[in-house]
């Protein structure tokens, strides 16, 4: 696809240490080098010379709603203007529950709307094409109907801008604690292989699964990554957030999976990070060329068995962000 840049991904090795069981963990289904950045972002022009490691992670690649390029109907707006970035922004006001659809062939993300006119940021994870835009309104029970829609051409910069940017779903911005800490991570790295692997190594030792939490969490939740960080505690949707946030921030590609985790078919959320050769081991799989990388920070972190992390053959993806 236009504008894919490749990364080079060394060697990472990961350990999992068994000391939790992996009923528990899920017992309530919640829920590159330098020279080149995927997105076309442009790299820091110059390298801090007081920083340890090689790595320059590129330019901060943001997100935002734009009110004066927003198609409207008075009440609510689509922002559509930043299509090619992997984005849509809506904001909506009612006085009663809105969603907001986004349509491509024959899938459909269904997304909870604020109504009282706070913007939101979703995703364009379903490639280049035509995209239908509908924000609903409630109008009885679980019934909503089109309150305003429009629809865009979409041609993505490159196939990985979705997952580079600031989301409902990866909440952040450079003024974020989780952000500043990938920071402080990434200054002594040389690779991106080296930013991952600090990541991985920080979420897993300071977030501990959060069981009451899952057995409260009620739909449409949405994690704050930098909250996460600061009580150490989280259930699977935070881990994932939490890590994206920081991979994205740094310049790493980075997909929230939710889908089903065999052999019991817990509905579960990871990370899969982006990787042009193969680049770590860990104790049961391998990272692919020219591939997506499984990362799973909810069982990694809280010590569940290998064979629940495996090939990733055991995975069924259902949705991404």
């Known amino acids: 696809m236009a504008g894919r840049t490749k990364y080079v991904l ?100 269904n997304y909870d709307l604020a109504s009282d006119g706070t913007p939101s940021i979703f995703p364009l994870q379903s490639g280049n094409g035509y995209y239908a835009f509908r924000v609903m309104e409630n109008i009885v029970d679980n019934k909503y109907a089109v309150a305003f829609e429009t629809g865009a051409d ?12 600031p989301s409902d779903y990866a909440d952040y911005s450079q003024d974020s604690e989780c952000v500043k800490k990938a920071e402080e991570l990434a200054f002594s790295a040389d690779t991106a292989s080296d930013v991952i692997s600090a990541v991985y190594d920080f979420v897993c030792k300071t977030v501990t699964y959060d069981t009451p939490k899952a057995e409260t969490v009620e739909s449409g939740y949405l994690p704050d990554p930098d909250e996460t960080m600061t009580t150490g505690k989280g259930i699977c949707f935070d881990y994932a957030t939490l890590a994206a946030s920081m991979l994205r921030s740094q310049g790493i590609p980075t997909k929230i999976i939710f889908g089903y985790v065999a052999p019991d078919d817990l509905y579960h959320a990871w ?31 809280n010590g569940s068995d290998s064979k629940f992390i495996g090939d990733g053959t055991n995975y069924s993806d259902v949705y991404e962000y």
């Open 10 to 109: 060394s060697r990472i090795l990961l350990s999992f240490i068994l000391v939790l069981a992996f009923a528990l963990v899920l017992s309530t289904g919640c829920g590159g080098e330098t020279s080149g950045a995927p997105g076309g972002a442009s790299q820091k022009p110059e390298k801090d010379p007081n920083q340890e490691g090689t790595y320059v992670a590129p330019e901060f690649m943001d997100s935002a709603f734009h009110a004066d390029l927003a198609e409207s109907n008075g009440v609510m707006s689509i922002d559509t203007s930043a299509v090619s970035e992997g984005y849509v922004a809506v904001s909506g006001h009612s006085d009663v529950r809105l969603k907001f659809q986004v349509i491509k062939d024959d899938m459909t993300y």
């Open 154 to 165: 979409v041609t993505l910069i490159d196939e990985f801008q979705p997952y580079l940017r």
């Open 271 to 301: 990370n899969m990070f982006y990787t042009t050769e193969t680049g770590w081991v860990t104790v049961e799989f391998k990272v692919n060329s020219d591939n997506w990388a499984r990362m799973d920070l909810t069982f990694s972190a």
